[in-house]
C-alpha cells in the first residue's frame, strides 16, 4: 500500500484551510507578525494559503493554476524589507498552528517544521529591495522524506 501524500496525511483541504486559519489568526495575536498580517490585502489570503500549502504537501495545484504558482507567491513578498525581523517567529506560529490543527502525528509535524524553515529562508531571501524572482521559479513539492524539488 502507498504511504499518503503530506496532504492527505494532513486531512486534505479542509485540513489545510484549517491550518491556514488558525495560523492567521495566530499571526494577527502576535506582537510581531500583527503588523505584516492585519496589512495583508486580499480577502482571500486565508484560502490562498490553504491552497499554496496543499499544492506544497501533495494535493491539487489549485495555487498554480489559479494565482501563478511559486513565482507570484514569492514577488508578493520581495522587496519588503532588507532585514528578516520576521521568519523565526513566522515558522513558531506555523509550529504552534499545526500542533493545534492537524492529527496528532510526530512525524507529519516534523516534516512540516522543516518545510516551514526552508521556506522561511527563501522567502526571506527575496526581502531586500534589491531581489528579483524568476519567472521560471518552479513549486517546492515535500514528501514523508523532505523536499522534493531541485
Known amino acids: 500500500m502507498e504511504r499518503p501524500t503530506l496532504f492527505e496525511a494532513a486531512g486534505g483541504?479542509?485540513?489545510?484551510?484549517?491550518?491556514?486559519?488558525?495560523?492567521?489568526?495566530?499571526?494577527?495575536?502576535?506582537?510581531?507578525?500583527?503588523?505584516?498580517?492585519?496589512?495583508?490585502?486580499?480577502?482571500?489570503?486565508?484560502?490562498?494559503?490553504?491552497?499554496?500549502?496543499?499544492?506544497v504537501l501533495g494535493g491539487p495545484p489549485v495555487f498554480s493554476e489559479r494565482f501563478g504558482g511559486h513565482a507570484a507567491m514569492l514577488r508578493v513578498h520581495a522587496n519588503q524589507c532588507d532585514e528578516d525581523?520576521?521568519?523565526?517567529?513566522?515558522?513558531?506560529?506555523?509550529?504552534?498552528?499545526?500542533?493545534h490543527t492537524l492529527p496528532d502525528d510526530p512525524e507529519l509535524h516534523a516534516v512540516l517544521h522543516d518545510y516551514m524553515h526552508c521556506a522561511t529562508r527563501e522567502v526571506a531571501a527575496v526581502f531586500p529591495a534589491t531581489a528579483t524572482v524568476p519567472e521560471t521559479t518552479r513549486m517546492p513539492h515535500w514528501s514523508w522524506s523532505g523536499s522534493m524539488s531541485g
Open 85 to 99: 525581523p520576521f521568519s523565526q517567529r513566522f515558522a513558531e506560529v506555523f509550529d504552534e498552528a499545526v500542533a
Open 13 to 55: 483541504a479542509p485540513a489545510m484551510l484549517a491550518l491556514a486559519a488558525d495560523f492567521h489568526a495566530r499571526c494577527l495575536a502576535d506582537p510581531v507578525l500583527e503588523h505584516p498580517f492585519s496589512h495583508v490585502g486580499n480577502p482571500e489570503h486565508v484560502q490562498r494559503l490553504a491552497d499554496y500549502w496543499g499544492e
